[in-house]
């Protein structure tokens, strides 16, 4: 995972930059080279922004997109934009969150044999499959706010909504297809303790809650110490938590699909 998925993310990419685009190159070629048959869509909009508008890719990889159910991986691939307040410096992100983008591509990688499977044991459209979604511009350009943040995520969460699933279905959409919507932000620093949000449903969230879409939100708190500073980088990484917490999702996701 280290070489071949997170240190490519190690960039600044922030959305509309040259790095932005060369991390969706990377996130796209990976899965397009496994086994497993991943059909990738760019989702691509523009939306207004602090600094006029700006163009965001939402990247989704999705096994057997006609299956009635998905579990649901997804992060944020896009870096914050600090703009010239660094004096040069840049912002890469490691934790917030090249990590668990790489730990997404390294769960894609190592169960590619087994995850083979739910194309071959199926002749006709499966009842639950995968989906990993990689968000664009999550972060806020200046500050957090309801227009100024989560410019992927929303734009997506409309999208499926309006879109039917199973294909051709008039009662039911993308939305609801989603068997579990399981996020995970922050990761990689030494002893992350993960508590349950379900009480708050945080943010954008709460659109999945309310048709009943259950959320698990992997991210640590308190945030770690390197958040949103210029040392959230490679150095401040602890990699036995991270190659535990890898361990621990691609079981989950077995089990989950009863692989």
Same mark, same amino acid.
């Given at each position: ?12 990419r922030?959305p ?5 685009y ?10 397009? /080279? ?31 997109? $006609? ?9 944020h691939?896009?870096?914050?934009f ?13 934790t ?8 997404m591509?390294?769960?894609?990688? /190592? !169960?590619? +044999? ?13 009842d639950?499959? !995968?989906?990993?979604i990689?968000?664009?511009?999550e972060?806020?350009?200046v500050?957090?706010?309801? $227009? ?10 409309? %999208? ?30 030494r ?16 659109? !999945? ?12 708190s308190p945030?770690?110490a390197?958040?949103?500073t210029?040392m ?13 917490? +890898? %361990? ?12």
């Amino acid at each position: 995972m280290w070489e071949n998925d997170l240190r490519p993310i190690l960039i600044e990419r922030y959305p509309g930059s040259r790095g932005s685009y060369i991390v969706r190159q990377h996130i796209k070629h990976r899965l397009q /080279a496994l086994k497993a048959g991943w059909e990738i869509e760019e989702d691509t909009f523009q939306r207004y922004t602090p600094y006029g508008y700006k163009t965001f890719s939402n990247i989704i990889g999705t096994l057997e997109p $006609s299956a009635k159910r998905h579990l649901v991986l997804a992060c944020h691939y896009d870096s914050k934009f600090f703009g010239q307040q660094w004096q040069g410096r840049v912002f890469v992100g490691a934790t917030d969150s090249a990590v668990p983008c790489a730990m997404m591509l390294e769960l894609a990688r /190592a !169960l590619d +044999n087994k995850l083979q499977l739910i194309k071959a044991s199926s002749t006709s459209r499966p009842d639950l499959s !995968l989906q990993l979604i990689f968000f664009d511009g999550e972060e806020a350009f200046v500050r957090w706010s309801p $227009s100024d943040s989560l410019y992927g995520s929303q734009h997506l969460a409309q %999208k499926m909504v309006s879109t039917p699933h199973p294909p051709g279905s008039t009662t039911t959409n993308q939305l609801q297809g989603i068997d579990l919507f399981v996020l995970l932000d922050l990761i990689g620093a030494r002893n992350p303790v993960f508590p349950n949000y379900f009480p708050n449903t945080l943010r954008w969230f709460q659109r !999945l809650q309310a048709i009943g879409v259950p959320v698990l939100h992997l991210i640590p708190s308190p945030f770690p110490a390197v958040w949103h500073t210029m040392m959230d980088t490679e150095e401040n990484l602890d990699k036995a938590t991270i190659d535990n917490l +890898n %361990k621990i999702l691609q079981v989950f996701v077995l089990e989950y699909l009863n692989l």
